[in-house]
C-alpha cells in the first residue's frame, strides 16, 4: 500500500566514501550492490567526495541522464551537507526536497569497529531512506521577513561590546542586565593579564558609551521572562524589577547616600562580595551604570516599618527621584535576533570543605581578591587580611573546580593566568612570598607565555603539585596562620607551608538559572553545562535556536579578549541576518487537516513558537505556518492524529522504520 | 417479493459479549424495513441457522456478513474464513473485531496463565482432579470435541480481511442503519473504512466548549472520588477522558451518562495506536515537567493498559505479552 | 449467560447429523440459537433412540476471572458488563453494589432508587426480548414451524406487523430510559460506588411516570399475547409440562426480608426440588457457598452448591446443581413483593394448567418468562 509504483519513482542512491572516513569503516561496494535491487532503485553509486563539485555535478548528470526523481545520499551528518545537495538537485531541475541524506558517518561509521555490522547497518539506514524518498513531496521554502532589533542579554564584557558594535550599525539594541548595573566580572577587576593594564581603564569608557547611546535601550535589573516566535520576529517580555529609584530623574548626585539615616555603610556589600559595607540606598560601586542608585528593601527602615525620616528624599530634594511605591514593571519588545551573553559564574569553593573556605578567615577567592587589590575597593586597594594585616606569605591554588574528577573535569583556561596576576600584584602591593600550587601551567594565547615567564622571574614560589590539606599552623593556632600540606611532584617530598593567606582560584562554571535560560531561549546545552555552539568549529557563536547567538563565557571559558572577539561574530552574525532582510523557512512545518480536527485544543498549548491558535468560527485548530519551527511536538500529541508535518508524515516514517526493519 | 432475490445478510459472533446483537436488534422499528429488505441467512442469537445450511451456500452468496467479536479460537477462525468465503463484503462489527475489545485484555496474560487460572488458581474452582477443558474427549468410542484456545486474541482482520468496520462497543443503531442503508443503496466508501465520521469524539461533545485551552493536568482524578460537574469537560476535571483520541460517532452517550469515553469507537483512521496516541496526548498535557510531580500526577492512572488500550490492545503495537519462548515478529508480522 | 434450553425437539434439529448405524446415534446442534452465549450441544442416543448422554459445550472462553486482576476497581463495573451484552445492566449494577460494599458506602437514596429504576426497567425489557426474539418465537410460531420462520421474523408475521411495533416501540421506549442514566443501554455507564454518575432532571419525570403506567398495560398485554398463543393451545400445556422437560434442581434467587422476590437487593436463598430452604446468603459470602466444577469437555466452568459437594450431572432434591433466572427466582421465594397484577402473574408461571399447580416446578421451557 505505501509503496509507490516502481514506474513513477526513479530513485538515485549515492554513497560517499568521505576519503577513508565511511570507506575505512564500512564496505560501500556492498550497499551499493544492496540497495541497487531495491524496487524503485534506478541507479545506485559510490563516489569518494560527493559534497565536491564532481560529486554533485555527478549527482546532477545523472538526474539528467537517467531521469532520475528522488535522490537519497549516504553521506555525513545533514547538519553537514543537506543544504549542498538539495541544492545541487534543485540546479538540476528536481525539487530539492526530492533528496534525502542519511548519516552513515556520524551515525555508523564512526561509532562502530565491527566492518560487518556498520556495514549491515548502514545497508538497513539506506533501505529506510529508499523506501522513505520515494513519499517525498515537493515542498516550498518561504522566506520571513527580519526585525532589525536586536535582543542583548547579559551586560558583561561579551554583552556590552555587542550592544556597541550593533548600535554603531545603527540597529536598535535593547540591552537586558539582571544586576543593577552592566560590566559584568571584568568591572570588578584591579589590573587584566596579560596586559596589566587596568581594567576599569578599558571597560568603563565602553560601559559609559553603552549608557549614553542613542540606539541603545540599556535595562538593567531587568530579566526577560518570556519568549515567543521565531527568528526574525521574536516578541520578548522583559521584567524590570523596582530600584525605587527612578531612573529617569536620578542625576547620580548620591546626596541621598549621603543624607541616608544610616550614618555609617553597615550592610554587606554584593558587589564587593561581601568584603565592604553599603547603606540601604547605594551605588554599586563608582562607575556603575547607569549611575543610579537603588534601594535595598531588606535593609530600609522605610520598607520595614514605614517609619523612617526618609532624609534621602530629603536630600533628593526637586529631583523626587526617590519612589517607594514603585512596582515591577513588563516591557514587550519586538527583535528579530538575539545575542546571549550571560556569562559564567564562579565555583563556590565550600564544595571542596578542605580548603577551609567559609572556615578560615583568611581564605579568599579570587575574585575577592580581585575587589581588594581594586583601588576602588572595599580596602582602597591595599591587600590586608580580615584581621587588617597585610599579609607575609601567601599561597594561590590553582584548578579549585578545575580539572577535577568530583566537581569540575573540564580546565577554566583562565584560572592559571588570574592566578599569576594575582601573584604578581600581591607581592607588587603587599611584598609577600606569593607560592602558586599548580598542577600544570596553561598559558595558550597571545602574549600569555611571555606574560608568565615575566611573572615567573618575579621571584614567585611555583610548585608543582595539589593542596591536599589546610589546617590551622599547630605551633601557635591564635596566630591565624594556615599550613598547607602539598606533595610537590617534581622534588617529590610533601611539604608543609605555612601561610597567612590563602587565595583560591576558582574555575568558570555555568550559571546557575542556566537551565531556565536555556528553556526560554530553546537554547542546547553541553556536558559541561555551558551553552552549546552550533559547531565547534564552523558555528561557534550560533546557538541550536536560529537567530539567537552565544557571546563570551555563557558558551565556555575564555578570557577577555576571546569573549571580545566572539562578541564581535556575534553581533556579526546578527548584522549578517538583519542586513539580508528574510530568513528561510524550512518547509517541514506541521498543518491542521481542518476537516478531521475535532477542536479538542491538544496542539494549542504546546507549542513552544506560540505557532497554534483556535480558529474561533470554525473551532479548529490553526497553524500559523510562518511560526511554526518544525519541531513536531503538535504532530505527536494530535490525539486523533489530524496533524502532519511536511517531510516527517506517518507513512514516511513509517515507511522508514519498516525499510529499516525489513533489512535488519 | 420472492425472498431469494434479496440480498442475503449473515450475522455472527465471535469472541464477544451479544452486546452487538443487541444493537441490531435496537435498530427498533428500523429493523422491520431491514427485515423486509434482506433476507437473513445466519444469525444465531435470533435464528435457527445452523453452520451445515452456512456451509451448503455456493461461495459469494452472501452479500454482507456482519461480525462482531474477537478471534481466540481455532472454531471463531473457522467461521470467519467460512464467512469470508460465502460473502461478498465482510463487515467488521463491534469494538471487538475491530480491535479485540474487551476480551483483548487477557492479552496482557499468557494462555497457560489463563487457563492456569480460570480451570485451577480461581478461588471458586475445586479440581482436584486437574482437569483442563480437551480438544477431545473420549465418550464411549466417540468423541466430544472443542476448539483450540489460541495463545492470543485477535481482531478481525488480523486473521481475514475485512471490508468495512462499524465501531463502537457497541455500534450505535444510527451508524448500524446507515451502514445498512449504504450497503442496501451501493454507495459505499473505499474498502477498508471504519463507517463513521472519521473525527474525534470532541467535536460532537456537548461538553467541548468548556474545554479550556490549557489543559495543564497536574493530576489525574478517578470518578468516584471527584464530585463531577455534569456540564464540565472531563479532563478539565483530570477525569481521564479517552474523547480526543477517540472517533466520534457514538452520539457522546458516556458524557450523556457523566461519565468519560473510555475510547470504544476506536482511533481515527490516521491513528496507528490509539493507546500510545492518547497517551502521547496525555503526557504533552502535564503540567508538572520534573520527574518526581509526573510520577504524582500519574498516579491517578494506576491503570495505563487498561485505559489507554480498553479496547484496542489486539490492534496495538503491544499485541500481547510474550512468554519467554514464544518469538514472534513484532511490527507486523501475525502472531500465531 | 441468560439461562435457556432450547426445545427443539430431536427428530427434527436442523444440522443433526447421524453417525453410522453400528453405532450409537449422535446428534450435533451447532450452534445453539436464539440465546445470549455460545453453545454446541452433542446427544448420544442408545440403540433404542433413547439419550443416553448430552454434552452442552461452551467452546470458547474470554477470560474475565483473568483479565479483570490489574484494573482499578472502579473500571468493573464497564468492563464486567462486557460478560453478556444482553443482560450487561445485570453485571453492571451487581459489579456496582460490590464496589458499594468494597468501599463501605451506602448509596443515598435517590442514587438507590435510580439504580433500582434502572434495573427494574432492564428486567421488563429483557424478558420482552426473551419472549418475543428469543425463546417466545416457539410458542407463538410454533414448534413445528419451519426453523427458518421460528424467529422474531415469524412471530410479527404472526401478531400481526401492528403488535410488532407495539413490541418494538415499547422496548425502545424501556431501554431509552437505560440510556438517560446509563448513558448507554448496552454497557450502561452510571454505576459508581456509593452512588450512580447522572441525576434524574425534574422535568424529565412526567414522561417516566407515563412510561411506568404504559409499561404495565404492555406487560398485561403480554400476557394476554401468551395465554392465547400458548397456555389456550393444549399441545402446548402438554409439552411444557412434559416430563421430559422437567429438570430437578435447587434454585437460587435473590430474596427480601419476607423472602419475597427482589431483583435488586437482598439475600441469595437456595432452596431444593422439594421447596425446602438450602441455604441463605448475603452475596459477599458466595465463595463459602458456590464452588466451581471442571469438565474437559466445555470450556466454562459448572458452579454448584459447595456445601453438597459436586455430584455430577444429577437430578432431584440431593442434587448441588442449582438453577438460576426468573423460574429459579420463583421457586427461591415465596412470591412477589408487589401485589400480584390483574390476572395473576404468578398463577401462570407456578400452574400453568390451572390455579392449583405444585409450588415448584423445574420446567426449563418456562425458565425465562
Ligand atoms: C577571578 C577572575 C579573574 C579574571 N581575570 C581575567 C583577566 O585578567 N584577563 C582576562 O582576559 N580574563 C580574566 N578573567 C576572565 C573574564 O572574567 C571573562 O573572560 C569575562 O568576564 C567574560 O565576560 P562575559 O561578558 O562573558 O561574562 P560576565 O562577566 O559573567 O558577564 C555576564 C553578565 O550577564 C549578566 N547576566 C547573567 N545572567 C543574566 C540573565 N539571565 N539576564 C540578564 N543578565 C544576566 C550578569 O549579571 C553579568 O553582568 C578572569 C576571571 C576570573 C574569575
Ligand atoms: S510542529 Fe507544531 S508544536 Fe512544533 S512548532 Fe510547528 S506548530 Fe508548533
Ligand atoms: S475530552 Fe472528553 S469530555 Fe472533554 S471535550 Fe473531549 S470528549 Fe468531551
Known amino acids: 500500500m505505501r509503496t509507490p509504483r516502481p514506474d513513477q519513482v526513479r530513485i538515485g542512491f549515492y554513497i560517499c566514501h568521505c576519503g577513508t572516513n565511511i570507506a575505512g569503516a564500512l564496505d560501500v561496494g556492498e550497499v551499493v550492490n544492496h540497495v541497487a535491487g531495491l524496487p524503485g532503485v534506478a541507479l545506485a553509486r559510490d563516489y569518494k567526495y560527493l559534497c565536491s563539485d564532481p560529486g554533485q555535478e555527478l549527482i546532477q548528470h545523472d538526474i539528467r541522464d537517467h531521469g532520475l526523481n528522488r535522490i537519497v545520499v549516504a553521506a555525513c551528518s545533514p547538519l553537514m551537507h543537506e543544504r549542498t545537495f538539495r541544492r545541487a538537485v534543485e540546479e538540476a531541475g528536481l525539487n530539492p526536497f526530492y533528496c534525502h541524506m542519511v548519516n552513515i558517518r556520524e551515525h555508523d561509521a564512526w561509532v562502530h569497529t565491527d566492518r560487518q555490522e556498520a556495514t549491515a547497518k548502514a545497508k538497513a539506514l539506506a533501505t529506510g531512506a529508499v523506501r522513505r524518498v520515494a513519499l517525498h513531496k515537493p515542498l516550498e521554502t518561504k522566506k520571513v521577513p527580519i526585525h532589525g532589533e536586536v535582543l542583548v542579554v547579559g551586560g558583561g564584557i561579551a554583552g556590552i561590546h555587542a550592544a556597541l558594535i550593533l548600535a554603531d550599525a545603527g540597529k536598535r539594541v535593547y540591552l537586558v542586565e539582571r544586576e543593577p548595573t552592566i560590566g559584568g566580572h571584568m568591572a570588578r577587576f584591579d589590573k587584566t593579564f596579560p596586559t596589566l593594564d587596568c581594567a576599569a581603564c578599558i571597560l568603563t569608557p565602553k560601559m559609559s558609551a553603552v549608557g549614553a547611546h542613542p540606539n541603545i535601550t540599556l535595562w538593567t535589573y531587568s530579566e526577560v521572562t518570556q519568549v515567543e516566535g521565531y527568528v526574525g520576529n521574536f516578541n520578548v517580555t522583559v521584567t524590570r524589577k523596582p530600584r525605587y529609584v527612578i531612573e529617569d530623574a536620578c542625576t547620580g548626585c548620591l546626596q541621598c547616600i549621603e543624607a541616608c539615616i544610616y550614618h555609617d555603610a553597615r550592610f554587606p556589600d554584593e558587589f564587593n562580595l561581601g568584603l565592604g559595607k553599603r547603606k540601604p540606598i547605594h551605588l554599586p560601586f563608582p562607575q556603575a551604570t547607569p549611575p543610579v542608585v537603588l534601594i535595598d528593601p531588606g535593609t530600609c527602615i522605610e520598607f520595614k516599618t514605614g517609619k523612617c525620616k526618609k532624609t534621602c528624599v530629603e536630600a533628593c530634594a526637586d529631583r523626587r527621584a526617590i519612589d517607594f511605591q514603585q512596582r515591577e514593571e513588563t516591557r514587550q519588545i519586538q527583535v528579530g535576533t538575539i545575542i546571549i551573553a550571560t556569562g559564567f559564574q564562579t565555583f563556590d569553593p565550600r564544595r571542596i570543605p578542605y580548603y577551609g573556605y567559609g572556615v578560615f578567615p583568611t581564605v579568599y577567592t579570587a575574585l575577592e581578591v580581585e575587589r581588594l587589590l581594586n583601588a576602588a575597593g572595599p580596602t582602597g586597594g591595599e591587600v590586608i587580611l580580615r584581621n587588617g594585616k597585610p599579609p607575609q606569605r601567601v599561597g594561590i591554588v590553582h584548578c579549585v573546580g578545575s580539572r577535577d574528577e568530583n566537581t569540575n573535569r573540564y580546565c577554566s583556561r583562565v584560572c592559571c593566568l588570574y592566578s599569576l596576576k594575582l601573584a604578581h600584584l600581591i607581592k607588587e602591593h603587599t611584598g609577600a612570598e606569593v607560592y602558586n600550587f599548580y598542577i600544570d601551567i596553561r598559558t595558550p594565547g597571545k602574549g600569555m607565555e611571555e606574560f608568565y615567564n615575566r611573572v615567573a622571574e618575579e621571584g614567585m614560589h611555583l610548585v608543582r603539585g595539589k593542596v591536599a590539606d589546610v589546617y590551622p599552623d599547630p605551633a601557635d593556632p591564635a596566630n591565624g596562620r594556615l599550613m598547607l600540606q602539598v606533595e610537590d611532584t617534581l622534588m617529590g617530598r610533601i611539604l608543609k607551608v605555612p601561610v597567612d593567606m590563602l587565595v583560591l582560584s576558582v574555575g568558570l562554571e555555568p550559571r546557575a538559572d542556566t537551565q531556565e535560560v536555556r528553556r526560554k531561549f530553546n537554547l542546547c546545552c553541553g556536558p559541561e553545562g555551558f551553552f552549546l555552539e552550533r559547531h565547534p568549529k564552523l558555528a561557534p557563536v550560533s546557538s541550536y535556536a536560529e537567530g539567537v547567538f552565544l557571546a563570551g563565557c555563557c558558551q565556555g571559558p575564555k578570557d577577555i579578549p576571546d569573549t571580545v572577539a566572539q562578541a564581535g561574530a556575534a553581533a556579526a552574525q546578527a548584522l549578517a541576518l538583519i542586513v539580508r532582510g528574510y530568513t528561510e523557512q524550512e518547509p517541514n512545518t506541521a498543518y491542521v487537516r481542518e476537516e478531521d480536527c475535532s477542536g479538542c485544543k491538544s496542539c494549542i498549548p504546546l507549542c513552544p513558537y506560540t505557532a497554534i491558535s483556535l480558529a474561533a468560527d470554525k473551532q479548529k485548530a490553526f497553524i500559523n505556518e510562518a511560526l511554526c519551527k518544525g519541531c513536531g511536538v503538535c504532530v505527536a500529541a494530535c490525539p486523533s492524529g489530524s496533524i502532519g508535518q511536511n517531510l516527517f508524515e506517518d507513512e514516511q516514517l513509517l515507511s522508514e522504520v519498516e525499510g529499516v526493519l525489513t533489512y535488519a | 417479493m420472492n425472498p431469494t432475490s434479496k440480498p442475503k445478510v449473515a450475522f455472527y459472533w465471535c469472541a464477544s459479549c451479544g452486546g452487538c446483537e443487541e444493537a441490531v436488534v435496537d435498530l427498533a422499528e428500523d429493523i422491520l424495513n431491514v427485515v423486509e429488505a434482506v433476507e437473513i441467512v445466519f444469525w444465531p442469537v435470533a435464528m435457527d441457522f445452523k453452520k451445515q445450511d452456512l456451509e451448503a451456500m455456493p461461495d459469494r452468496a452472501i452479500a454482507a456478513a456482519l461480525v462482531n467479536g474477537a478471534i481466540r479460537t481455532s472454531e471463531q477462525e473457522e467461521m470467519v474464513r467460512l464467512l469470508r468465503r460465502k460473502s461478498q463484503c465482510l463487515i467488521s462489527y463491534g469494538a471487538c473485531a475491530q480491535l479485540g475489545g474487551i476480551p483483548a485484555l487477557a492479552n496482557q496474560f499468557e494462555r497457560e496463565e489463563i487457563l492456569r487460572y480460570v480451570y485451577q488458581e480461581a478461588p471458586s474452582v475445586i479440581n482436584n482432579s486437574g482437569t483442563y477443558p480437551q480438544p477431545a474427549t473420549p465418550h464411549n468410542g466417540d468423541t466430544v470435541t472443542l476448539p483450540a484456545f489460541r495463545n492470543s486474541v485477535r481482531a478481525l482482520d488480523q486473521v481475514v480481511e475485512v471490508d468495512y468496520y462499524i465501531p463502537g462497543c457497541p455500534p450505535t443503531p444510527a451508524l448500524t442503519k446507515a451502514a445498512l442503508d449504504a450497503l442496501l443503496a451501493g454507495r459505499l466508501p473505499p474498502r477498508g473504512t471504519v463507517l463513521a465520521p472519521d473525527v474525534a469524539l470532541c467535536e460532537q461533545c456537548p461538553r467541548l466548549e468548556s474545554k479550556p485551552k490549557d489543559l495543564s493536568l497536574d493530576a489525574f482524578q478517578r470518578p468516584h472520588r471527584t464530585a463531577l460537574d455534569p456540564e464540565k469537560c472531563l479532563l478539565a476535571q483530570g477525569i481521564p477522558c479517552m474523547g480526543p483520541a477517540t472517533r466520534s460517532g457514538c452520539e457522546a452517550l458516556c458524557i450523556k451518562g457523566n461519565m468519560a469515553c473510555t475510547g470504544c469507537f476506536g482511533p481515527t483512521s490516521r491513528v496507528l495506536d490509539h493507546g500510545a496516541k492518547i497517551l502521547s496526548c496525555f503526557a504533552s498535557a502535564l503540567a508538572p515537567k520534573e520527574p518526581q510531580g509526573i510520577d504524582q500526577a500519574l498516579a491517578g492512572l494506576p491503570d495505563p493498559v487498561g485505559t489507554f488500550y480498553r479496547y484496542s490492545l489486539a490492534r496495538s503495537l503491544l499485541r500481547r505479552k510474550r512468554g519467554p519462548s514464544q518469538t514472534q515478529h513484532f511490527i507486523r508480522g501475525n502472531p500465531p | ?369
Open chain 3, 1 to 369: 449467560m441468560s439461562v435457556a434450553t432450547p426445545i427443539l425437539p430431536m427428530r427434527e434439529a436442523s444440522g443433526a447429523s447421524s453417525a453410522g448405524l453400528h453405532r450409537p446415534r449422535r446428534v450435533t446442534i451447532d450452534p445453539i440459537t436464539r440465546l445470549e452465549g455460545h453453545g454446541k450441544i452433542e446427544i448420544f442416543l442408545d440403540e433404542k433412540g433413547n439419550v443416553e448422554r448430552a454434552f452442552m459445550q461452551v467452546p470458547e472462553l474470554r477470560g474475565f476471572e483473568v483479565f479483570s486482576r490489574g484494573r482499578p476497581a472502579e473500571d468493573m463495573p464497564q468492563i464486567t458488563s462486557r460478560i453478556c451484552g444482553v443482560c450487561p445492566t445485570a453485571h453492571h449494577l451487581a459489579s456496582t453494589k460490590t464496589l458499594d460494599d468494597l468501599y463501605q458506602v451506602e448509596p443515598p437514596p435517590a442514587a438507590r432508587k435510580i439504580r433500582e429504576l434502572v434495573y427494574n426497567t432492564f428486567m421488563l425489557e429483557d424478558h420482552a426480548l426473551h419472549f418475543f426474539v428469543l425463546g417466545g418465537p416457539d410458542f407463538v410460531v410454533g414448534p413445528d414451524a419451519p426453523p427458518q420462520q421460528r424467529n422474531i421474523v415469524g412471530l410479527i408475521q404472526k401478531v400481526g406487523l401492528d403488535a410488532g411495533r407495539k413490541v418494538i416501540g415499547m422496548r425502545r421506549r424501556l431501554r431509552d430510559l437505560i440510556a438517560y442514566f446509563g448513558g448507554k443501554v448496552v454497557h450502561p455507564v452510571l454505576g459508581l460506588p456509593g452512588g450512580v454518575s447522572k441525576a434524574l432532571s425534574p422535568q424529565d419525570l412526567p414522561g417516566f411516570q407515563q412510561l411506568a403506567q404504559d409499561s404495565l398495560e404492555f406487560a398485561l398485554w403480554t400476557l394476554q399475547v401468551f395465554k392465547q398463543a400458548v397456555l389456550a393451545n393444549p399441545e402446548y400445556v402438554k409439552l411444557i409440562t412434559a416430563e421430559a422437560y422437567t429438570h430437578k434442581t435447587c434454585y437460587m434467587g435473590m430474596v427480601d426480608e419476607q423472602d419475597k422476590v427482589n431483583f435488586y437487593d437482598g439475600k441469595l436463598r437456595v432452596v431444593d426440588a422439594g421447596g425446602r430452604e438450602v441455604c441463605r446468603f448475603a452475596a459477599r459470602q458466595y465463595l463459602d457457598h458456590i464452588a466451581e466444577h471442571v469438565e474437559p469437555w466445555s470450556y466454562v466452568k459448572f458452579p454448584y452448591l459447595k456445601d453438597r459437594g459436586w455430584k455430577g450431572f444429577v437430578e432431584g432434591v440431593d442434587t448441588s446443581i442449582y438453577s438460576v433466572a426468573p423460574l429459579a427466582r420463583l421457586n427461591a421465594a415465596t412470591g412477589m413483593a408487589t401485589p400480584p397484577g390483574p390476572g395473576g402473574l404468578r398463577g401462570i408461571l407456578h400452574d400453568p394448567g390451572g390455579e392449583t399447580g405444585p409450588p415448584h416446578t423445574g420446567q426449563p421451557l418456562g425458565a425465562n418468562y
